[in-house]
């Protein structure tokens, strides 16, 4: 078995025509597609073999005629499965994050510059998922494909297995294509992760409120660094679009900051376990809505919040010590 994969290995390497990943879009022409009998093709086959013998023994005519119309039939599903994957294309699509122990769904668009639809065309990755799709006339089409995320930093998309037994199922054309995509893969969040540090002042600490929560106190003139959940809505909406943004302002919250520092963790626990803890921080942090920073090794971010400051501290955890 191993030496089978070995074969087929060595093969899909040699199909692909070059060195992978391939520049955008990837488009299957006439070298790249194969085509083999599946095991209905086979039987399809032996059973014709079978009936040509049995007219050759008994001299029938209308035998004769019946092998090679459905010979006849055979051939022409060698052309139109071959056919149903000429000149597809293949563009990368996006791929959203993931952590850890998640599946990397990496979309994928195809288009058919034909005005015959492709009909059955699976996409497949090897470990990974495999989708049957349609794409209609001289249109596109997406498709997302999903591969387990086992470790952190950038998941390459591996290569991609193109294949269709339309439309009679007795052949099987396929081709190979690898195109340039990433997946960003963050650290596992810690689930036992211990409490971040406590600081005092605005050089670090946690958000402190007030022992009856934070009261609506007022607004202000709106700040670039003022989270989205605090702009006035509901007033900028009753303006004519003139004027410009206020802030609502809460109190119970004091200036502090929280800092996430890598020096926190403890020394002895290895790489990967120290940021599952610092990942599990930052996300309790987005999730209060702490300011906060992030001190790593090769990296500092600067207190702040937001959706970006949250993407931007994860990529930093995911590619820390990036080979």
């Not at 003139?221 to 302002?249: C, E, I, M, N, Y």
């Not at 809505?289 to 931007?312: F, N, V």
């Amino acid at each position: 078995m191993k030496l089978a994969d070995a074969i087929r290995e060595r093969f899909a390497i040699w199909a692909l025509r070059s060195r992978p990943p391939e520049p955008s879009p990837v488009v299957l022409g006439y070298r790249r597609i194969y085509v083999l009998p599946t095991r209905d093709g086979m039987a399809f086959g032996a059973s014709l073999v079978l009936m040509l013998l049995g007219a050759i023994n008994y001299n029938l005519s209308l035998g004769y005629a019946l092998v090679f119309l459905l010979a006849g039939l055979g051939i022409t599903t060698i052309f139109h499965s071959f056919r149903n994957l000429l000149a597809v294309s293949l563009v990368p699509g996006k791929a959203a994050p993931v952590f850890v122990g998640e599946i990397a769904h990496f979309g994928l668009v195809l288009h058919n510059p034909d005005r015959e639809p492709r009909r059955l065309l699976t996409l497949s990755l090897r470990n990974g998922t495999a989708e049957t799709l349609d794409i209609p006339a001289a249109m596109s089409a997406e498709v997302r494909l999903g591969l387990p995320a086992s470790r952190r930093g950038w998941l390459a998309l591996p290569r991609i297995t193109l294949e269709t037994t339309y439309p009679l199922g007795l052949i099987r054309a396929w081709a190979y294509a690898a195109p340039e995509m990433y997946c960003l893969v963050y650290p596992e969040p810690a689930t036992d992760a211990p409490p971040p540090p406590h600081a005092s002042g605005t050089a670090g600490g946690r958000l402190q409120r007030s022992p009856t929560g934070d009261d609506f106190s007022g607004l202000r003139s709106h700040q670039p660094a003022d989270p989205p959940r605090h702009v006035a809505w509901k007033a900028a909406a009753r303006q004519d679009g003139t004027a410009p943004l206020l802030t609502k302002q809460f109190s119970g919250a004091s200036a502090e900051t929280l800092w996430l520092d890598w020096s926190a963790t403890d020394i002895g626990i290895p790489t990967e376990r120290r940021l599952s803890i610092l990942t599990r921080w930052v996300l309790d942090a987005a999730q209060s809505g702490t300011s906060w920073g992030l001190r790593l090794p090769s990296e500092t971010l600067p207190p702040d919040t937001g959706t970006a400051h949250l993407q931007a501290s994860l990529k930093a955890l995911a590619l820390h010590d990036a080979a």
